[in-house]
C-alpha cells in the first residue's frame, strides 16, 4: 500500500482513583477511560527515512515526540530498513490532560504496522505500546475499559448510558512534567484504598444505569495548587448547569457526560459566551482490531 491514514481518539478518565504507592516509586491506580470523538489525524507514506511533520506549533521537537519513538521502536523490532514520511493534523489540545500523545503513539504503531507489513501481532503492539507510556496500549482497544496496578492492566466494559462528552479546554500554558508535579502535590488521605469511586461507575456501566453524577479524579483534590483558575472554571460550570464537572486526566481540562445533545450544545453555546472554549464529542464503542487492516472506523488506506 501506498499510504495510512489513522485517527487518533483522546480520552476522559471516567473515574481515576489513585490508591497509593508502590514500592517501586509507581502509583497504584483504580482508572475507567473512555474514549472519545476528538482526534488526531496520522498519514503514513514510505519514505528512505523517518520524517515527522505537523500542524502544531506546540508540539515540541519531532525527534523526541512519542509518534517518533514508537516509530524507532517498530523500525528496530521488525529489522525494517526504510522509513516512512508522517504528517500529524493535531486536534487534541496537548498536554490537557486528554491522552493525546498516547493515542498518537499507538495511532502510529498501528499505521506503520500496517504501511510497512511488519504484521507484528496485537499483542506485540501492546507490549510495544507499553513501554511508550502506560496508557498507550488503551488505545489499541477504544471504547471502555477499566486499567488497574500502573494502568497497565485492561479489561473492557460497557459503554456508559450517556453519549455525550463536553469538553472544557483550560489551558493558558503548556505545564512540563505536569502529571509528576500533581503526583506531588498528593497526601496519603489523597488516596482512594478501597478503590470505590472506580467500583461505583463499574456498577453504574454494567446496569445500564447513568453515571454523569459519578465521575471521579483524586487529582480534582490538590488541581488548585496546580491551575490557579480551577474554583473560576468550576463556578462558571455550576452557574450555567454543569452539576459535575471533572478534571480530565491530570488536567487542565474538564469534562461533563451528557445523554441530551441539545443541552450539550446550549452549555458549550454559554460556555463560548463567557470566553471558554469546548468541545462536544460523542463516546466512542470499543474498536475490534483486525491488524491486517486497522480499527475499522479509524483507518483507512490506499
Known sequence: MQSVTVLAPA?????????????????????IMQAVNLTDKLEFKHSPSLKLVTNSDNLGPTDTNLIMQ??????????????????????????AGL???SSDAAAALIGL???WNTNLSFDELCNLGSKLGSDVPFFFHGGTAIATKKGDELSRLPTPYEKWALIIENQKEIISAKTQKMYSFLKPEHYSLNNEPTERIKRLLFNCKPIFANTFNTFDTVAPLMYQNYHEIKKLAMKIGIHNLTLAGSG??????????????????????????????????????????????LVSFV
Open 70 to 95: 514508537a516509530a524507532i521502536y517498530l523500525k528496530e523490532i521488525s529489522n525494517f530498513k526504510s522509513g516512512a514520511f508522517i504528517s500529524l493534523n493535531k486536534k487534541i489540545p496537548i498536554s
Open 11 to 31: 480520552k476522559v478518565n471516567l473515574s481515576l482513583a489513585i490508591c497509593g504507592i508502590r514500592q517501586d516509586g509507581y502509583h497504584n491506580i483504580s482508572t
Open 252 to 297: 487542565p481540562s474538564f469534562f461533563s457526560l451528557f445523554n441530551d445533545h441539545s443541552q450539550g450544545i446550549s452549555i458549550q453555546d454559554e460556555l463560548l459566551r463567557h470566553g471558554v472554549k469546548s468541545h462536544l464529542v460523542n463516546l466512542l464503542e470499543p474498536e475490534n482490531v483486525d491488524l491486517s487492516t486497522g480499527p475499522s472506523n
Open 99 to 101: 491522552g493525546g500523545g
Open 113 to 115: 504496522n500496517l504501511l
